[in-house]
């Protein structure tokens, strides 16, 4: 079950998580885990989400996309046999926020830090907060920034600047743009498994740069 200190609002949900600051972060999507029959859900954040989602490509398990941008991820490995199934165990990610409640300037945020993604990075008040969002040489203000982060569509290493889009982030880009161009909404499933792993990429790149810092 979600985690009873949950906050709930009427366009985002903050989840607890010890190392933040504020001791809440933004949930990117609605986590269940599902297997025999039993359940559990919980929220979590756009960096889980891409870190899950990178390690299930690593392993060669199988992602499913659904045209709403729910996201399931088998334990399996692709090509599993018949016996394997009966001990499968998935999780669906559910999108938290709905790229269509993404407005213009939350769009052109979203642009400039697509464009600039690996130069990004949060600005951080003396307490670890995030106040802000650097990218090439423009810079994303508190509020805008803080409605970034509440929706999930920025993720964040923890204890950390770097930042990049989450999986949900580029979801919501890959809805604007198709819905623009009045495309065929059967391309979504096509274009949401590819801003997964494009934030999963990201998110690899990022956790194993700071690794190799870390060591040297």
């Not at 998580?17 to 599902?34: H, I, L, M, N, Q």
């Not at 729910?70 to 394997?84: K, M, V, Y």
């Not at 204890?159 to 809805?175: K, Y």
Request: with cysteine; hydrophobic share 35%.
């Amino acid at each position: 079950m979600p985690h009873p200190q949950t906050r709930y609002y009427g366009t985002h949900i903050l989840t607890p998580r010890d190392y933040s600051p504020t001791g809440f972060v933004g949930a990117a999507f609605k986590e269940t885990v599902s297997g025999q029959g039993d359940y559990v859900t919980g929220y979590i954040t756009g960096c889980e989400a891409d870190l899950m989602v990178g390690r299930a490509v690593a392993k060669g398990r199988t992602i499913r996309v659904y045209e709403d941008g729910a996201l399931s991820i088998s334990n399996l490995p692709r090509g599993a046999s018949a016996h394997d199934l009966v001990t499968k165990q998935s999780r669906t990610l559910d999108i938290v926020t709905h790229p269509k409640k993404m407005t213009d300037r939350q769009y052109e945020d979203l642009r400039i830090i697509d464009q600039y993604e690996r130069r990004a990075r949060a600005e951080l008040d003396e307490r670890g907060r995030t106040v802000a969002i650097t990218a090439g040489f423009s810079r994303i203000p508190l509020v805008q920034t803080s409605i970034l982060l509440s929706r999930g569509w920025i993720s964040q290493s923890p204890h950390s600047d770097r930042i990049w889009i989450s999986s949900a982030g580029r979801m919501a880009l890959a809805w604007r743009w198709r819905a623009e161009r009045a495309l065929s909404s059967r391309l979504m499933k096509g274009l949401y498994l590819d801003a997964a792993m494009t934030a999963a990429d990201a998110a690899r790149a990022i956790t194993a740069e700071r690794a190799r810092v870390r060591t040297t």
